[in-house]
């Protein structure tokens, strides 16, 4: 159970980062919501979290800016005195063949995802370090491990994930702070509502257990990597894909 601690969750509004955040809540955690946008969505989020009796606060921001991510960090120790977790969920993509993929198209997927990921993993841990203690959880991706067509600026920004978790986790043990990355396979989001129903159908053939998994799922596999029950486990690449990526 995650009573009591305190949580920021970048892309916390919709989807995976959604997911998370009720998981959270409705294990008695406050949690901050970073969100890019839409606003509507954020309170609407905001709101139905809030029924659990939990804190649940709002910033909006971009995550590529490293001050976004100084400045959500910032705030959550005001609002709730403490830094206990950080995941980093917020991610974008831009798909398309690597030929006529463009410089920008390549380098706003790595500022958002990848970079991202590491101004908030700096910001949070600084605080964590002084606490001695806390839980980091990134997002990577099966394809940061297997790789997709269409998907170099994806992919690269998930395996980068990858190497950041690793090295951070090697960093930051001693300090007693656990750095851990999940990485779910096909996921039911507003990311995959895009596929044609060939794709999916594709996609779903080359799955084990035989079905798309949900973002409770890979909810469940974070909370769990936040919990006092993951204190052993570190610098560990959980794959949430119902056996795709075997």
Known sequence: ????????????????????AEEFCRQGANVLLCYRSNEEAAKNTAE??????????????????PAHADEAVKYAQSIFGRVDILV??????????????????FDTVIRANLNGSF???????????????????????IVGVRGNAGQVN????????IGVTLSA???????????????????ETDMTHVLTEDQKKAMTGAISLGRVGSASDVANAVAFLASDQA???TGQILGVDGGMSI
């Not at 139905?48 to 800016?65: A, F, N, W």
């Not at 831009?94 to 030929?99: A, C, E, P």
């Open 1 to 20: 159970m995650l009573k009591g601690k305190s949580a920021i969750i970048t892309g916390g509004v919709r989807g995976i980062g959604k997911a998370v």
């Open 48 to 65: 139905e979290l809030r029924q659990y009796g939990t804190k649940v606060e709002l910033i909006k921001g971009d995550v590529s800016d």
């Open 88 to 105: 980093n969920n917020a991610g974008i993509t831009n798909d398309k063949l690597m030929m006529r993929m463009s410089a920008d198209d």
């Open 119 to 141: 101004y908030f993993l700096k910001a949070a841990s600084a605080v964590m370090i002084k606490q001695k203690g806390g839980r980091i959880i990134n997002l990577s991706s």
């Open 154 to 161: 994806y992919s690269a920004s998930k395996a980068g994930i």
């Open 169 to 187: 986790a090697k960093e930051l043990g001693k300090r007693g702070i656990t750095v851990n990355a999940v990485a779910p396979g096909f996921i």
């Open 231 to 233: 204190a052993y486990i």
